[in-house]
């Protein structure tokens, strides 16, 4: 690709319809894969031009079967295990179309989820991100989607965000690339890709009509331990700053409506802000 095909300026050809290059990191999910193939195949609006799986050194490598879908299921696979950021990248630079969509491994695209990528991608924006619902109802998966809410409640459709949901987003592929991709970090890499496409001058915008449904808990756990790392790779913070944030928490959580949400949201939030007020190690 030529120099300024990468550029950030280059206005994507719209003479003719997107082609859309779903890329899914994967690791010791192959049921999920399957149903999540399967959503695709039936709600695809006729954009779809390839599924990239990308599995990242599971257990027992991935297959797909001898299940026949109305697009091409590219495989790759990484030999250890890389993380989301590196598999997507490396999705993203064997893509041959000219959107790239990412999905995570346990969601599902509502039905219009296609359309709406096709109509709400436009020249003007380098990229969209949209809400995510659960289809499970523990406490786990009851706190984090009330955070994803108040962030949602915050923001107008259309609306340029600073945020970017690596398991429900579409970004045009020389945006991506031009912008380097995601970060390859431990967390947050997701928002990082944000900062990366706002440097070439591209906007990220919410759709909120951009949905898929989600498993929201891998368990209480995991919860604590993504809070704390968090929380241990962000800027540092005063003990007062952290206290802040903290007593800001707590006035904020759903204590009538669902105590118990409410009450985890806070315990994480506490774990969170105690990791960022410790000494860098």
């Not at 523990?138 to 809410?149: G, I, L, P, W």
């Not at 331990?225 to 959580?253: K, N, V, Y």
């Given at each position: 690709?030529?120099?300024?095909?990468?550029?950030?300026?280059?206005?994507p050809d719209r003479s003719r319809a997107k082609r859309v290059s779903a890329v899914v990191a994967t690791r010791n999910r192959p049921s999920d894969i399957r149903h999540l193939l399967?959503?695709?195949?039936?709600?695809?609006?006729?954009?779809?031009?390839?599924?990239?799986?990308?599995?990242?050194?599971?257990?027992?490598?991935?297959?797909?079967?001898?299940?026949?879908?109305?697009?091409?299921?590219?495989?790759?696979?990484?030999?250890?295990?890389?993380?989301?950021?590196?598999?997507?990248?490396?999705?993203?630079?064997?893509?041959?179309?000219?959107?790239?969509?990412?999905?995570?491994?346990?969601?599902?695209?509502?039905?219009?989820?296609?359309?709406?990528?096709?109509?709400?991608?436009?020249?003007?924006?380098?990229?969209?991100?949209?809400?995510?619902?659960?289809?499970?109802?523990?406490?786990?998966?009851?706190?984090?989607?009330?955070?994803?809410?108040?962030?949602?409640?915050?923001?107008?459709?259309?609306?340029?965000?600073?945020?970017?949901?690596?398991?429900?987003?579409?970004?045009?592929t020389d945006h991506f690339l031009s912008a380097g991709g995601f970060p390859d970090v431990v967390t947050a890499s997701d928002n990082g890709l944000v900062e990366r496409l706002a440097?070439?001058?591209?906007?990220?915008?919410?759709?909120?009509?951009?949905?898929?449904?989600?498993?929201?808990?891998?368990?209480?756990?995991?919860?604590?331990?993504?809070?704390?790392?968090?929380?241990?790779?962000?800027?540092?913070?005063?003990?007062?700053?952290?206290?802040?944030?903290?007593?800001?928490?707590?006035?904020?959580?759903?204590?009538?409506?669902?105590?118990?949400?409410?009450?985890?949201?806070?315990?994480?939030?506490?774990?969170?802000?105690?990791?960022?007020?410790?000494?860098?190690?």
């Open positions: 690709m030529s120099t300024e095909q990468n550029s950030i300026s280059h206005t399967s959503a695709i195949a039936a709600y695809d609006s006729g954009i779809v031009h390839e599924v990239l799986l990308v599995d990242d050194a599971s257990d027992t490598p991935l297959h797909t079967g001898d299940t026949e879908y109305p697009f091409p299921v590219r495989m790759l696979r990484n030999a250890t295990r890389c993380g989301a950021a590196a598999s997507r990248n490396l999705a993203a630079k064997e893509a041959t179309g000219d959107v790239l969509a990412f999905l995570d491994d346990d969601a599902r695209p509502l039905p219009d989820w296609f359309h709406i990528l096709d109509t709400a991608l436009t020249d003007q924006r380098a990229a969209i991100t949209g809400r995510v619902l659960p289809f499970d109802s523990s406490v786990v998966a009851r706190a984090r989607q009330y955070r994803y809410e108040v962030r949602y409640a915050k923001h107008p459709a259309y609306s340029p965000v600073s945020f970017f949901a690596g398991g429900n987003s579409a970004v045009w440097e070439s001058g591209g906007e990220v915008c919410f759709v909120p009509a951009l949905r898929v449904a989600h498993r929201n808990s891998k368990g209480a756990g995991i919860a604590f331990r993504e809070a704390w790392r968090a929380g241990r790779l962000a800027p540092r913070s005063t003990p007062a700053a952290a206290l802040r944030r903290f007593a800001d928490s707590a006035r904020t959580q759903p204590w009538s409506d669902d105590p118990a949400a409410a009450g985890l949201n806070l315990s994480l939030q506490a774990a969170n802000s105690l990791a960022t007020a410790l000494p860098a190690v």
